[in-house]
């Protein structure tokens, strides 16, 4: 299956805003995935299926996750919101037959980023975050989607630093997997320039 068989299917579960969001994922994903050489079939495919159900209320996806025991951190059962992406990950498998497991594994953690992302999942991870639309709203985001252009691990960790101190501003708490992550990345030294042929 490829994204835009992908899109077929998911059409009729959309609203026209979320489709519209997705399609801005994609495109954006696309410019990244051949900018720094990544898998172009796997990065448009997580990008189109990353947010398959975004537009369930919360309290449904609580419940959808519990009714299918997966493990419910307290910060995601407070914000049930940021359940989408392990449930769409299920559903996208089950329902719609997609078997690449590293696409599944980029939609499942897409909200946090996940520790041991290739180069794929934060291409579509860092689409998610800068696309024009959310860049209109928070123009802060821009100079994150200026660093996509020359590494996408160094905009991810500015994303998710950008994210922390928001969050602290507000008094919320991230998930545990964002800050793995963050950490992860600033291991691996994702201050400097992108280890991925451009």
Known sequence: MDDRALRQLMLPELPAS?????DRVVELADHLARRHGAD????????????LLRPIPPADLLARAEARGLTIDPVERGAPVLLHGPLAALE????????????????????????D????????????KVEPEKIRRTPALQAIRDLAEDSLERAALAFLDFRLAEAE???????????RAREALLQAGSRGPSSVAQ
Not at 18 to 22: E, K, T
Not at 121 to 127: S, Y
Not at 169 to 179: D, F, I
């Open 40 to 51: 172009l079939a796997s990065v448009r495919l997580a990008a189109q299926g990353h947010d």
């Open 18 to 22: 979320m489709a519209a969001h997705i």
């Open 92 to 115: 996208l498998a089950e329902r719609f037959g997609l078997e690449d497991r590293a696409v599944l594994r980029a939609i499942r953690w897409h909200t946090p980023g996940h520790p």
């Open 169 to 179: 501003s507000r008094g919320e708490q991230v998930q545990p997997m964002a800050a």
């Open 117 to 128: 992302f290739p180069i794929e999942a934060w291409a579509m991870f860092v689409a998610d």
